[in-house]
């Protein structure tokens, strides 16, 4: 396909790491830290999607209304879906989606399928590799990768670090 188009340069001051066995080949990313207040899904992809087209992460208040927004189209989407999602919500749907809206609840693999389908992106989701050398991330699914399209403009990516809590990355170019 067409080259990638050149991204933001990676900042001196964000910590970096490498991607390996990505969908796309490897490459660097910006780790962008959130809140862990039980939104912290729903800011990592507010903040990955503001700073995807290289653009600037929003101020904590917008972040946070932002990041609130997506949760509740994210429920909207698992309610309007019921039918094709119920068997993979655990326990009752009703109450699943009840307790989603709760700003406290954490967001996981229903959320990020539902946040693909209402952003119209591809979510990429990292772990970090324990047994690289480097600060290295391995890939360990893409949501809402319904076509084999690789574009990366139409994908964003997170890292989950473990005991529900997620932060935002942002690709960037190594100097």
């Known amino acids: 396909g067409p080259p990638p188009r050149a991204r933001r340069a990676c900042s001196p001051k964000a910590a970096t790491a490498l991607a390996f066995g ?3 080949r490897g490459g660097a990313f910006e ?6 207040d039980g939104r912290c899904l729903f800011r990592s992809v507010a903040v990955a999607m503001a700073l995807r087209d290289g653009g600037a992460r929003p101020p904590p208040e917008e972040e946070t ?3 609130d927004r997506l949760r509740a189209a994210a429920v909207d989407d698992l309610e309007r879906r019921r039918d094709e999602v119920e068997w993979f919500i655990e ?5 699943y989606c009840a307790s989603m809206r709760q700003t406290r ?3 996981g693999e229903p959320e990020i399928l539902s946040l693909a389908r209402v ?9 970090e590799a324990r047994d690289s050398e ?17 574009d990366a403009s139409t994908t964003i990516a997170v890292v989950f670090r473990g005991a529900g ?5 942002a690709r960037c170019d190594e100097e």
């Open 22 to 24: 990505s969908a796309e």
């Open 134 to 150: 480097e600060n290295g991330l391995r890939s360990i699914g893409a949501y809402g990768d319904d076509d084999d399209d690789e």
């Open 31 to 36: 780790v962008h830290p959130v809140a862990g």
């Open 165 to 169: 809590h997620y932060e935002a990355l």
């Open 105 to 107: 609840a954490w967001g």
């Open 91 to 95: 326990g009752n749907f009703d109450a």
């Open 119 to 127: 952003l119209g992106v591809r979510i990429e989701v990292f772990v």
């Open 65 to 67: 209304r932002e990041a």
